[in-house]
Structure formats: structure tokens, C-alpha cells
């Protein structure tokens, strides 16, 4: 085998043109790199909502809370169950919502958009010690008021401390608190009195969801195993953080996969100038090339040395890509999130499987890109490489 | 590695060419250098092949070096029928019976001497502390002790020469082959170079067929043989 160091070395002695190659594959990992940190970050961060010691009961088969239903008094059955925390006045720990969609007029721009709106009882701040009012006040029980999420504040025609809209055709609601909860899709929502919206949308006897919170972080499977099992209650039973995940996957995949087209598109670039590189430095090397070959190595030998050669250029390309991409966790991102129709923050966040996979992706590069100029080298007439 | 070489038997001439043909073709023309050539080497034997540019000296040379095939006829080396050989077991052939020695050295300028030096065993299966100490002998014997670790830049001429030498002989070749040895070098390197190849025939009895168009260099080989338009006379 014609040494390793015999290509790392022609690496360094062109060193110029080495850095250049690299730093093309580089900028394309810091892409590769940077679109599935994002996408990690944004599963992360909505994953925040969601409270691990908190199980979400949604009817059977429904992914979203909009598009479940459950009885009232299946409800009450769940919330009730022996593994669901008491207070100390002794009733479960626990929360059953109606979640609807309402359209309003956008501000700023033309047109119209989707808004979600929760029905709570009167315990929600103390079931989510996350969410703070913010500005103005907590709603009284049993009225017309209502509390705003702050990302979406301002954003909606009425939807503004002291400003009302219309939840439904002569159903006038008034805006009294503004409230956040460290970014999570709640910050997106509308929270009015859950009796409020059984009455204007026709919803007296369901709830969308029923969201407990556990004895112990271990009674979840007993919770699940024993509400899943009852066949009439026809329900499935989630960790609220992992439900969250799973809700964040359609967006995550969304940003991985076009940042991905986009990092491949911009790989052929990369792989060219690796190209365009290794054919210049077998083009140079051409009676070395036959040196080798006369001294006995053969074609196979040669063709492993220049492959090499160019999986070594990209990988340091990869792995100043890498380590730049790094440097990305320190940013805070805001785009759309479709689920909730608002815009959220996210962050990079990276993983030691990305960071591997980024090393993968260009070493592909490398051994694409100088496939063709190793092959040539490799296939070279002995005597007319020798003539140089 | 494929090996289709078998050790010289005893009274075969190292090297025999029977009718030998070679015929290049450049574009619709074909040229033919070599037209039934018979040519035999004896077993350590120090033999200069003179003769004008163009006469197809180097191209007997590369015949007998296993870096080409005739176009009819038999090239025997050693026991060898290289005509019969692909590329696969001539690089092999080449690895185990050929020592190399050419005009513009053809160093590897990223390697130090001794790394050069060393690259005909990385084909062989020796240890590495074991390759690193023949090297370091045939740096010796071409007395370039002194220039180990010195790339071949920071050699001169002649030193880039000997170093290649050392390169030629590390692997104990069957055959040494070499095309205008001194072709680039002063009278005094080259003179240097010459009493090494000398040396190399008395001493390590060594076989060496060398292209020479410098009388002075073919003056030292035992057998002068001078070709001309093809032919040997
Ligand atoms: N690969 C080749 N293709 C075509 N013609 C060649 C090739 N190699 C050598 N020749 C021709 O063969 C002739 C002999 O060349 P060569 O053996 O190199 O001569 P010498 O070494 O005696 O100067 C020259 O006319 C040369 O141009
Ligand atoms: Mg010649």
C-alpha cells in the first residue's frame, strides 16, 4: 500500500488549494449540519410544552387535540383514576378541555388565519405553574373574558388587552390578560371559560382532552395500561412531553427535509471543486504515479492512495463544517410552526449522531468527488505516466 | 498479490529475447522500433547499451523491465514470459525482480530519503522495524547515512541519484535497470554514480543493463552493446 502519509503530506504541501477544496465541503456540512440541529431543536422545544410527570388522554386514534372528543362523564372517570395525583383539597390533579379553531382578520396583512381557542376550568393556572399573566389579569370563572397568548398578541384583529372579537356570531369575548409560558405553543392560544365555549359552539356534554397529573412518574404505564384497556373509554393515553415530540415531527421533518435538498444541491458544488482539485494533483503527480506503478504497486494500490487522499480533504472540510456548525447553538431561531399557526422560537441543538453524520456526509463527498481523477490515476499507461 | 515469477534456474541466461517485434502505432501510423530482435543477458553482468536517440534503446529496456509487452516474439527474464503476463502480475514481477534507477531520479518530493527508500518493501511483507533497517542499510551502502531524514530537495543531483539507487537495490532485485543514470549529472556525480554501479556488480553481484549516451559511463559496464535503427550490433 503507497503510504498514508505520502497523501496527507501532498495535503499540506498544497496547502492553499487543500484549504480551499475544504472549506467549500466545510460550508456544505455547516449547512447539513446546521438544518438537522434545527430541526432536533425545534422537536426539543416544543417538546418544552409538555411536562414529563403530566399523561394527555385523547380519544382513540385522534392526533390532535381539535379532533378528539370525550364524554363528559368518561372524563370525569379518567380523572379520577387511582394513579392521578390529589390535591390537597383532595380532588384529582387533573384538567378536561375543549379545543376549537376560529378564524380571524390578520393585522398587517390581507387576509384571514386560524386561531386556537381553549376552553379551561378555572384551575388551569394552577394546573400549568408555567403560564404567567403577564399583563392585565386573570378572567373571572363563568365570564366573557378571556386570556391571550403573547406570541399572538396584536397579530389578529381584537386580539389585544382590553380590545374583543368575535368567538362566534354574536358571541363577543373581551381580552383582560396577557399571558406567556417560556415560548411553548400555549403562547399561540386563546383561553376562554370552557363553559363559554360548550354553549356557543354546541359542545355541552364533550371535552377534546383530559390531562392528568401523576402520583408518580411511574404510574404512567399503570395509567395507561389500565385506561387503554378499557375498551368502552376508547382512549389512548400519551406522556404530555412525548405527545408534544410527536406533534413537532410534521415541522421538524418539514425543515430537515428541505434544508437536506438544499445541503445535497449545494454537495455537487462541493464535490466538484473536490474533483477539480484531485485531478489537478494527479495531474501533477503523473510520474510519480508511474514511479509507483514501476516499482510494483499496482492500480488498485494507486486508486486507494487518491481516494484517500480526497476522503482526507473532506473530512477536515467536514470537520471545520462541524465544529462552525457548533458555534449555531448560540443563535435563537423564529419561524412557523404549522401545528399551532404561530411563530416560535427554536434553537440549534447538537447531537453527537449529527455530528457523526456530518463527518459521513463528507467523507461522501470525498470519495464521489475523486472517484473519477483516482480512477484515472490508477488506470495510467505506466510508461506514458513515467514520461510525466 | 498474484506471483507468476519462478526463481532462475541454474545456466539460464538472466534475460532472453526471442524475435522480438515492437510496433507503436501513432494514429494511423505504425512504427516499428524493435523487428526481430534475439538478445541474451547473462546472469551478473554489467552490460551498456549505446546508440542514437531514437534507436529504441529505451524501448528494449522497457521490454526487459516488465513496464511493456512485445508485439511478437518472447521476452524471457528470469524465467519470466512477461509477454504472457497482465498488468496485475507484471507490477508484481516488477516488485520482486526489478531495481529502477532513472535519469531524473523520480524521488517522491513529499518523502524523506529514507521513506523513499523504504517503498519497494511496503510490498513486501517484512515488519516495519525491519523495513526501516534495510532501508537504512541501502542508504549506507550508496553512503547517504548522513541524509536520513532529508527530503529530496535538500539533496543534490547526485544525492537525489544515490538515493534512488539505494531505492533500486533495497528489495534485493533480481535485475537492475537503468535509462541515462547520469543523463543530468555533473562529470564528478556521475562518476560517483558509475563507481557505485560498478560496485554494485563486483561487490553485490548485481546484474545491470544501462542506456547510456555518455562513452565515459558505457567505458565502466563489462559489455558494451550498441544498437542502432533497431538493431543490435
Ligand atoms: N509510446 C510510444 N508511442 C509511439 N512511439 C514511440 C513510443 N515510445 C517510443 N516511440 C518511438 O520509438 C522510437 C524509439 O524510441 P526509444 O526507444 O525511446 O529510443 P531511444 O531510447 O533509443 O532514444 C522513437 O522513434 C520513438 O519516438
Ligand atoms: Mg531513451
Redesign the interface.
Known amino acids: ?3 498514508l ?2 497523501s496527507v ?2 495535503l ?2 498544497r496547502a492553499t488549494t487543500t484549504l480551499a477544496t475544504a472549506l467549500g465541503v466545510g460550508l456544505v456540512v455547516f449547512v447539513f449540519a446546521s438544518v438537522l440541529m434545527l430541526g432536533e431543536g425545534i422537536t426539543r422545544t416544543l417538546g418544552r410544552a409538555g411536562s414529563a410527570d403530566v399523561a394527555v388522554v385523547l380519544r382513540d386514534g385522534a392526533d390532535a387535540e381539535m379532533s378528539s372528543s370525550i364524554e363528559l362523564p368518561a372524563a370525569g372517570l379518567i380523572m379520577n383514576a387511582p394513579q392521578v395525583r390529589r390535591r390537597a383539597d383532595g380532588r384529582p390533579d387533573a384538567v378536561a378541555e375543549s379545543v376549537v379553531v376560529i378564524i380571524l382578520d390578520k393585522l398587517g396583512t390581507e387576509g384571514v388565519s386560524n386561531v386556537a381557542v381553549r376552553g379551561v376550568t378555572d384551575d388551569v393556572l394552577a394546573f400549568r405553574p408555567s403560564v404567567r399573566v403577564i399583563a392585565g389579569r386573570a378572567p373571572r370563572p363563568g365570564s366573557d373574558e378571556c386570556l391571550l397568548g403573547a406570541s399572538i398578541r396584536g397579530r389578529f384583529r381584537g386580539l389585544e388587552l382590553g380590545q374583543s372579537f368575535e368567538v362566534k356570531k354574536n358571541r363577543r369575548l373581551t381580552v383582560v390578560g396577557i399571558m406567556a409560558d417560556g415560548g411553548s405553543s400555549f403562547e399561540s392560544e386563546v383561553w376562554i371559560d370552557r363553559n363559554v365555549l360548550a354553549a356557543a359552539f354546541g359542545r355541552e356534554s364533550v371535552v377534546s382532552s383530559v390531562r392528568v397529573r401523576l402520583a408518580s412518574s411511574g404510574a404512567f404505564e399503570a395509567l395507561r395500561s389500565s385506561l387503554e384497556g378499557d375498551r368502552q373509554l376508547a382512549v389512548d393515553v400519551k406522556r404530555e412531553s412525548v405527545w408534544y415530540e410527536e406533534q413537532s415531527q410534521g415541522t421538524s421533518m418539514f425543515i430537515k427535509a428541505i434544508g437536506l435538498l438544499v445541503a445535497v444541491f449545494f454537495s455537487v458544488g462541493a464535490m466538484i471543486g473536490a474533483m477539480i482539485t484531485m485531478h489537478a494533483a494527479v495531474a501533477s503527480r503523473q ?2 504515479i ?10 488498485k494500490s494507486i486508486l486507494a492512495s487518491f481516494l484517500f487522499e480526497s476522503v482526507a480533504l473532506s473530512l477536515l472540510g467536514g470537520a471545520l463544517g462541524a465544529t462552525a456548525s457548533l458555534a449555531m447553538g448560540l443563535v435563537r431561531f423564529s419561524i412557523v410552526n404549522f401545528a399551532s399557526w404561530s411563530e416560535i422560537v427554536f434553537e440549534f441543538a447538537p447531537t453527537p449522531g449529527i455530528l457523526a453524520a456530518s463527518l459521513a456526509f463528507a467523507g461522501a463527498m470525498g470519495l464521489f468527488g475523486g472517484m473519477f481523477p483516482a480512477a484515472r490515476a490508477a488506470r495510467m499507461n ?2 506514458d505516466a ?1 514520461r510525466g | ?1 498474484t506471483t507468476a515469477y519462478r526463481e532462475p534456474e541454474k545456466g539460464d541466461p538472466l534475460v532472453r529475447l526471442q524475435r522480438v517485434v515492437k510496433t507503436f502505432h501513432r494514429g494511423s501510423e505504425d512504427l516499428t522500433v524493435l523487428d526481430g530482435l534475439d538478445f541474451e543477458i547473462p546472469t551478473g553482468s554489467f552490460e551498456a547499451l549505446m546508440g542514437p536517440s531514437g534507436s529504441g534503446k529505451s524501448t528494449l529496456l ?1 521490454l526487459i ?1 516488465g ?2 509487452r512485445p508485439t511478437a516474439g518472447k521476452v524471457l527474464v528470469a524465467g519470466n514470459d512477461l509477454g504472457a503476463m497482465n ?2 502480475q507484471l ?6 525482480h ?1 531495481g ?1 534507477i ?1 535519469q ?1 531520479y ?1 524521488l ?4 524523506t530519503a529514507a ?1 523513499n527508500v523504504e ?2 518493501l ?2 513486501t511483507r517484512l515488519p516495519s522495524a525491519e523495513r526501516k533497517k534495510r532501508a537504512l542499510i541501502a542508504l549506507r551502502v550508496v553512503g547517504l547515512e548522513d541524509r536520513v531524514n532529508h527530503y529530496p530537495k535538500q539533496l543534490s543531483g547526485g544525492q537525489e541519484q544515490r538515493v534512488a539507487i539505494a ?1 533500486a537495490i533495497v528489495n534485493d532485485p533480481t535485475i537492475l535497470v537503468a535509462d541515462e543514470p547520469t543523463g543530468d549529472l555533473d562529470r564528478k556525480s556521475a562518476d560517483a554514480i558509475l563507481d557505485l554501479l560498478v560496485r554494485l556488480n563486483t561487490e553485490f553481484k548485481k546484474t545491470i543493463v544501462m542506456v547510456t549516451h555518455d562513452p565515459a559511463a558505457a567505458e565502466r559496464a563489462s559489455v558494451i552493446r550498441r544498437m542502432n535503427k533497431g538493431v543490435l550490433q
Open positions: 500500500m503507497v503510504p502519509s505520502y503530506r501532498n499540506r504541501v510520474r510519480e508511474g514511479t509507483l506503478r514501476a516499482l510494483g504497486f499496482s492500480k505506466v510508461l513515467l | 498479490m522497457n523491465a513496464l511493456d498488468d496485475g507490477a508484481a514481477f516488477r516488485a520482486r526489478l529502477f532513472f531524473s523520480n517522491m518530493p513529499v518523502l521513506e517503498l519497494p511496503l510490498l531505492r
